[in-house]
């Protein structure tokens, strides 16, 4: 449940991203690709930087003469390369400051999802390192500006034995400490960056760090223009015996620097740190509980690895079987891992509340806090509700998006689930045998499931893409899919509309056919 | 929306996209300096003097010892902390005691101090005390300097140059 202090961003965010919705499709919406666009940009980072790297000469004297041959003399490639490698640079701080934004105002941070938020702040710092390691490089006045800057930090701290400022001061800086900047810049910290992706995303399964074609191309192709439009330069070579006077900082990497004109290196450290502590421990302010963890009824689980193949978060695993049955493995629920989604119900070929046998519906992984018995009951109770209507609805939605309890419909029942992930097929296919005229799947936004995956793997099972497979029998013109939001009232509503008015002309069309059938 | 009418959207955004990633990694400048201003900076290590006299110890007193351990001159570890005064144009600049580093005190200090002055010319006195057991700065500097607008004058202190140096 979202708290009162995300509400105002994420109305904000929401109405950006029906307005990007509007822009890009749910696809190709940037606002759902951040963390891969972040990807995206650090792989055109790395492409460029590697091409500057072949020109550029690691010596003080040297440096700064070999970025100025690339930026005006070969600027048609290595220019046009090195502004890529800046902007890119820019364009992922940009990407992961969204990133933050939007995990924070779609409460997608606590409970759970603890891990990835906590080892994310730390590669903000990494790429800020990576930014600020690399401006050094160029040796001009703003390398200069930094170089002093961060000197005066790190002398703040016990790590050398003498200060650090002074070699920038004396002029004593020699190739040798140059080159051990560039060695950071070039290996150190883009493998530390690597590893601490790596941590990051540790705890999801089936990653994406791959933008979907159409937005990597046109990402692409606004940095490359305006890489050739306004293509990245330096300032005037270093030189130690001036102090830089006017800066184009880039207030994307050196916004702290700036603080040292007004405070000690000692406040701006304290400044930092407490910032970085508060994002860290964000996740627990306040405690967010977990749902309860799905749990595994071995004797209807035959092993099949659908709710392994289909969990977000990777809490499910395959193990060989401990009970003696025929089948050869058996899921494992990891309780740490699991977010209590329901997405492994929604995949079990178990979850079939067509089997009459039982009095309660035992499926072979289940979530204790809503259970696959649970949505057969509210289903069956909907439908009673629905008694004497002309058309009757079910609407299945999810409890993070749209509020199912604001539509107040006599020919509607709602139902909200976990996340509508959690609904296996059958489900849909019991609704309509059992008198519902339509089911109308709601739930978060296409492509921006809470739980990652959830509203993916159900429309790709209702369109026979994944199993469990809908029943080919069922009749598809009486199924709808549309994805809402809170905000989305009233798109929701017209949908439902629209979606009643084919459903009362489909009946009275077969309804008349049904009577000429019995003149005949 | 037909793509078509998507394409201009997009490229609407992408051209906002580009322009704050532009913009912010080269503006607003910074004004690190302001015209017709200098910076005088004070940057040494030094470590002060012990604060007692040394011993010597005499025949009997290392006799007394392991063979090992017959240092003839004991002195105390802890070091005396460092004052530093610099008067400019008569009026102070900076006054200051830096206390030795370390657990015992007995580590030097590392001093960087900056101070953005106007340019032009300026008389500088400059002072050091590094040692208790002497009652007045057993170091001091005077000199005329002319400071060009951005120029950066530093203050260096070098006991074994005969004290403050001016680069």
């Known amino acids: ?520 | 929306m037909t793509k078509l009418l998507r394409y201009p959207l997009q490229i609407f955004n992408y051209f906002i996209f580009v322009t704050i990633v532009w913009y912010f990694s080269i503006a607003p400048a910074y004004n690190h300096l302001e015209p017709g201003y200098a910076v005088i900076a004070l940057a040494f290590g030094h470590a002060g003097q012990p604060v007692k006299e040394c011993v010597r110890r005499t025949p009997e007193e290392l006799a007394k010892l392991p063979p090992n351990m017959r240092n003839p001159i004991v002195c105390p570890r802890q070091r005396s902390p460092i004052e530093v005064e610099i008067i400019m144009d008569d009026q102070p600049m900076l006054q200051e005691r830096f206390q030795p580093q370390g657990f015992s005190g007995d580590w030097g200090v590392d001093v960087y101090r900056q101070f953005k002055v106007p340019s032009g010319p300026h008389h500088l006195k400059m002072r050091l005390k590094d040692s208790v057991r002497v009652k007045d700065f057993n170091y001091v500097h005077e000199a005329k300097v002319v400071l060009k607008s951005a120029q950066l004058l530093v203050i260096d202190f070098q006991p074994n140059e005969g004290g403050f140096i001016i680069k």
């Open chain 1, 1 to 520: 449940m979202k708290k009162w202090f995300h509400k105002p961003i994420n109305r904000l965010y929401l109405y950006v991203d029906g307005w990007f919705n509007l822009a890009f499709g749910t696809v190709n919406n940037p606002l759902y690709h951040l963390g891969s666009l972040a990807f995206f940009f650090f792989w055109i980072v790395l492409i460029s930087g590697l091409y500057v790297f072949v020109l550029f000469d690691t010596s003080i004297s040297g440096a700064y003469q070999s970025v100025e041959y690339m930026t005006h003399e070969q600027w048609y490639l290595a220019g046009i390369m090195r502004s890529l490698h800046r902007y890119a640079s820019d364009a992922a701080v940009v990407t992961i400051i969204l990133h933050i934004i939007r995990e924070f105002s779609l409460d997608r941070y606590r409970g759970f999802r603890w891990f990835s938020w906590f080892t994310g702040v730390p590669i903000l710092w990494i790429v800020i390192l990576l930014g600020i390691s690399g401006y050094w490089l160029v040796w001009d006045q703003l390398a200069q500006y930094v170089a002093i800057g961060s000197s005066q930090l790190l002398d703040v701290l016990p790590i050398f034995s003498s200060a650090m400022t002074r070699n920038f001061l004396s002029g004593q800086l020699s190739d040798r400490f140059f080159t051990l900047m560039a060695f950071i810049h070039l290996l150190g910290l883009p493998v530390v960056l690597i590893f601490a992706l790596w941590i990051h995303v540790k705890r999801l399964s089936k990653v994406e760090i791959i933008v979907p074609r159409g937005l990597a191309i046109g990402s692409f192709l606004a940095l490359l223009v305006l890489s050739l439009v306004k293509p990245a330069i330096s300032h005037e070579q270093a030189d130690l015996m001036i102090v830089p006077a006017t800066l184009n900082l880039d207030w994307f990497y050196l916004n702290v620097y700036p603080l040292l004109d007004y405070w000690t290196a000692g406040q701006t450290w304290v400044l930092t740190i407490s910032i970085t502590l508060l994002l860290m421990v964000m996740p627990w302010i306040p405690l967010k509980r977990n749902p309860p963890a799905a749990e595994v009824e071995l004797s209807h689980c035959n092993g099949c690895g659908q709710c392994f193949d289909d969990c977000p978060f990777d809490a499910i695993s395959m193990q060989a079987r401990s009970d003696g049955a025929r089948w050869k493995m058996e899921a494992i629920v990891d309780p740490v891992l699991c977010s209590g989604c329901g997405i492994c119900v929604g995949s079990c070929p178990y979850s079939n509340p067509f089997r009459r046998s039982e009095v309660r519906l035992t499926t072979g992984i289940d979530t204790p806090a809503f259970s696959a018995h649970d949505v057969r009951t509210a289903t069956t109770k909907g439908l009673e509700t629905l008694k004497g209507q002309t058309v009757k609805i079910i609407v299945y939605g999810c409890n993070h998006g749209f509020n199912l309890a604001n539509i107040n419909d006599a020919d509607i029942a709602t139902i909200s689930l976990p996340c509508t992930g959690m609904l296996p097929p059958a489900f849909i296919d019991y609704a309509l045998k059992k008198g519902a005229d339509g089911v109308l799947m709601s739930g978060c936004r296409s492509s921006d499931c809470y739980y990652r995956l959830g509203n993916r793997w159900m429309e790709k099972r209702l369109q026979g893409e994944r199993v469990p497979l809908l029943n080919a029998r069922a009749d598809r013109s009486r199924i709808q899919i549309c994805g809402a939001a809170e905000t989305d009232e009233a798109k929701l509503l017209k949908e439902i509309d629209a979606f009643r008015q084919r459903l009362l002309t489909n009946k009275q069309a077969s309804q008349t056919a049904e009577k000429e059938a019995g003149h005949d």
